[in-house]
């Protein structure tokens, strides 16, 4: 599941990094904002909808419990099953790369990741309540489809959705400027440019790591303004609206989760001011977008179909039966069980009942006695364990959804991770019986241990 959300994550951010790039170098410098604003917008969702599209990949046929099943491999190893019947679908998934460990890269990784989260959740939250704070500790005055409210803010007009706030500065410039200022405000708020803010605030929260949220949020923003700029201008005097900017331009205040009348960069608004929109728009070249977005979903499907090809090793069988993983020369020198009651001495000399448990089997082997695989599967997992010294293997085989088998104690080992092993088959052998004197045996079904007697048939 948590190797899922993460590749999940990168796949989106890449995406997104690589959608916004495009437009940067494309389309930034054109002045037809209406559809820059709308190709942004729309990436944000693409970059979230292209990781998660089923592409064709290689697929395992067969049968459980007479049902038909699907096997899929995406890119975390996660083993997807499908079973079918004539109606519905069901499907289980489980990753066969996982440990099992508390402390893995995993783990590891998803703090920090929900940290970031939590941060970037907090700050923009606050940026919100700011804002809501501001209206409700101000006057409010109703015009039509807007509320005025009236702030004590350094700055001069801002927006928020259907709010439009000034401060007592607005009301001392001239008729004509006051004018000027609503109308832009205006515009801010019947395009709803705050959802805009809201969508890649939300954005930034989920994929704070990724740079390119930060500044698609910023040229959002700035789109915002050009397009207003440009929807003024059409109706006053260029040059007084441009010295406009230039006046409202000092002020130094920020509020996030607005659209700031003089939040940017003058120099750029003036000089797209000097630039009108051209007669004949030329919108034909946002299409160049779409061979892109086809070109990111061709390589995600071909990096499936080739880690697919390379990792869809692991198989589910009809029928489950085990048996030892020892044929001959050995002992059973200590079965399986858990929470059994003993009695033991305390210093005062009265008997106290504890709970032990051995979730395992322990074996009394010869020396370089061989080791079987109790049933079909993959290995998984082969780690090393330091026994005073000497440095034991221990083998973790993956039968199916619930069942897992562990070896522990060996010495030698024939075999891979990620290799298929048939039941029955030398898994590898212990050691010198003087340096490893006890080999176990676990079997875990959903990740808790079980008796391996109740499945080893013979």
């Excluded at 489980?94 to 941060?119: A, H, M, P, Q, V």
């Excluded at 959705?161 to 205006?186: A, G």
């Excluded at 299409?287 to 390379?310: A, D, E, R």
Aim: hydrophobic share 40%.
């Amino acid at each position: 599941m948590i190797n899922n959300y993460l590749t999940y994550l990168i796949e989106s951010a890449i995406c997104f990094a690589l959608l916004y790039a495009f437009y940067k170098y494309v389309f930034y410098k054109s002045t037809h904002f209406e559809w820059n604003r709308f190709y942004l917008v729309s990436i944000v969702f693409i970059s979230i909808i292209i990781p998660i599209i089923p592409f064709p990949s290689d697929i395992i046929l067969f049968n459980i419990n007479d049902k038909p099943i699907q096997f899929l491999n995406p890119l975390d190893g996660t083993a997807l099953v499908v079973i079918t019947n004539s109606k519905t679908h069901f499907w289980e998934t489980f990753s066969f790369f996982n440990k099992n460990n508390i402390i893995s890269l995993n783990n590891i990784l998803l703090i920090i990741y929900l940290s970031g989260l939590l941060r970037f959740a907090i700050v923009n939250f606050k940026n919100n309540l700011e804002v809501i704070l501001l209206i409700k500790n101000s006057d409010i005055i109703k015009e039509k489809r807007y509320k005025i409210v009236k702030t004590n803010s350094k700055q001069t007009a801002f927006t928020w959705f259907r709010y439009i706030f000034l401060n007592p500065k607005y009301y001392s410039l001239p008729q004509t400027e006051q004018i000027q200022i609503f109308e832009h405000e205006k515009i801010h708020a019947k395009q709803l440019h705050s959802i805009d803010i809201l969508i890649f605030q939300a954005l930034e929260i989920v994929f704070w790591f990724n740079p390119f949220i930060n500044k698609a949020k910023h040229t959002i923003k700035e789109i915002h303004e050009f397009i207003v700029d440009f929807k003024i201008s059409k109706k006053n005097n260029i040059n007084d609206y441009s010295d406009l900017i230039v006046k409202l331009s000092f002020n130094k205040f920020s509020m996030q989760a607005a659209n700031l009348f003089s939040k940017f960069p003058i120099k750029d608004r003036l000089q797209l001011l000097a630039f009108p929109l051209p007669k004949k728009l030329k919108k034909i070249s946002f299409l160049g977008g779409i061979p892109v977005m086809i070109l990111i979903i061709i390589s995600y499907s071909f990096t499936i179909n080739q880690i697919n090809k390379s990792t869809n090793k692991l198989q589910f069988f009809k029928n489950i039966d085990f048996q030892l993983p020892v044929k001959d020369n050995f002992e059973i020198i200590s079965n399986f069980y858990v929470n059994q009651e003993f009695e033991k001495k305390s210093n005062k000399n009265r008997n106290t009942k504890i709970l032990i448990s051995h979730p395992e089997i322990s074996f009394s082997t010869e020396s370089f006695t061989d080791i079987y695989a109790t049933s079909n599967g993959i290995i998984t997992n082969i780690d090393t364990f330091d026994n005073w010294g000497v440095e034991e293997l221990i083998i973790t085989l993956k039968h199916n959804t619930e069942l897992t088998s562990i070896y522990k104690g060996l010495w030698k080992i024939n075999y891979k991770e990620n290799e298929i092993i048939k039941k029955n088959k030398k898994i590898g052998k212990t050691g010198d019986k003087r340096l490893y004197p006890i080999f176990n045996y676990q079997l875990l079904k959903n990740s808790q241990p079980v008796d391996p007697f109740i499945y080893i048939t013979y």
